[in-house]
């Protein structure tokens, strides 16, 4: 079993940046993918970006690549996304999750999820 625990959520105005890491537990993840969704009040949840473990392909939604960035470190077993100029409708709960296998976008095949962090971008 995996455990995720995200963490760095909070309150920003737009144009603002957050950094969230999620940290890994439970067993070795060296061949795990990690990837971040969110869901914002009323929506489905959507992909946002992955990252293989190795670091050899970053993935990201069309809409936000540009804006965030995802990074890992697996000395520390984490995994990080970088939000910068922040709007309104990046609010959100954003979750961590880990797969073995699988599309990187798509959240059926993920194995493990954390509970999530919030993020509000309001002035």
């Known amino acids: 079993q995996v455990q995720l625990v995200e963490s760095g959520g909070g309150l920003v105005q737009p144009g603002g940046s957050l950094r969230l890491a999620c940290a890994a537990s439970?067993?070795?993840?060296?061949?795990?993918?990690m990837g971040w969704f969110r869901q914002a009040p009323g929506k489905e949840r959507e992909f946002v970006a992955a990252?293989?473990?190795?670091?050899?392909?970053?993935y990201y939604a069309d809409s936000l690549k540009g804006r965030f960035i995802i990074s890992r470190d697996n000395a520390k077993n984490t995994v990080y996304l970088q939000m910068n100029s922040l709007k309104a409708e990046d609010t959100a709960v954003y979750y961590c999750?880990?797969?073995?296998?699988?599309?990187?976008?798509?959240?059926?095949?993920?194995?493990?999820w954390g509970q999530g962090t919030q993020v509000t971008v309001s002035s």
């Open positions: 439970g067993r070795a993840l060296r061949s795990t993918a």
């Open positions: 990252i293989s473990w190795s670091g050899a392909g970053t």
């Open positions: 999750a880990a797969r073995f296998s699988g599309s990187p976008e798509r959240m059926s095949d993920y194995d493990y």
